[in-house]
């Protein structure tokens, strides 16, 4: 068996030569006088209409109809955007056992990868995914790692600092709380005020309740001591009783 892919573009002549190879079921190879029979089975792809490329001459009625025994359409990525981060997931785990780093892509890449068009169909989405493997700094592929215009299909322009737009990030599923806060903080990319205040805030709308105020950021209660443990660690602790005294006395 065989594969054939673009087979629309193939030049007239090559399209004759494969029309006779399909039909007398034999090759020469070059340089060769003798003839090889071949038993094989073909499959060809494209990304045109070759009835179109009929009527307008690019493309063989005899071959097209040569090799049109069992036709399958396969509907562009753009159309069948349940397969995206399916197809995203395998090419990433194909790049991992290729280099042996294991990688991840934070669900804001995976919101960004939803959210693009395809012009260039499953290729695009495999370059994309093989570049940013690249390009990552850890473990996690963030959107600053997929190509410009992935970015900008979701108006990404950089890091985003103020405290108060990535707690509303967080709060509303865009981005967790790994993603958005704790590593840009050690990454250093922002700093130990812009936590508190997203802590500040957190605490302000749960009353002081430090699990409430977790769970509004997305952590999961089993990563509640691992939390804890972070914000001390890095003096990112608020006291949590002004914020019960404030809701107290109102």
């Known amino acids: ?15 004759a030569k494969l029309l006779r ?9 070059v340089g060769e006088e003798a003839v090889r029979r071949l ?12 009835r179109s490329e009929i009527r307008n001459g690019r493309f063989r009625r005899d071959l097209y109809y040569r090799l049109k025994a069992i036709e399958m359409r396969v509907p562009p990525l753009r ?4 397969d995206i981060i399916l197809l995203a997931e395998w090419f990433l785990a194909k790049r991992v056992e290729s280099e042996g780093l294991s990688k991840m892509l934070t669900a804001a890449a995976r919101q960004c990868l939803l959210e693009y068009t395809y012009p260039g169909n499953v290729r695009e989405l495999k370059n994309a995914i093989e570049s940013a493997y690249y390009l990552a700094k850890d473990r996690w592929i963030d959107v600053s790692d997929l190509p410009a215009e992935f970015q900008a299909s979701v108006g990404y322009q950089g890091d985003v600092d103020d405290p108060q737009t990535l707690f509303e990030l967080v709060k509303e599923g865009k981005g967790t709380f790994e993603e958005l806060i704790k590593r840009p903080f050690l990454e250093r990319r922002i700093t130990s005020s812009t936590v508190k205040q997203i802590i500040k805030s957190a605490l302000r709308e749960s009353c002081g309740r430090y699990k409430a105020a977790f769970k509004k950021l997305q952590i999961c209660e089993r990563d509640y001591g691992v939390t804890m443990v972070f914000l001390k660690r890095h003096n990112c602790y608020l006291d949590f009783r002004p914020f019960r005294r404030r809701v107290l006395s109102s």
């Open 39 to 50: 038993d094989i089975q073909v499959i060809a792809a494209t990304n045109r209409d070759l």
């Open 1 to 15: 068996m065989i594969f054939l892919d673009e087979i629309a573009n193939l030049s007239l002549a090559q399209q």
């Open 21 to 29: 190879v399909l039909q007398e079921r034999e090759v020469r190879r």
């Open 79 to 82: 159309e069948r955007r349940e």
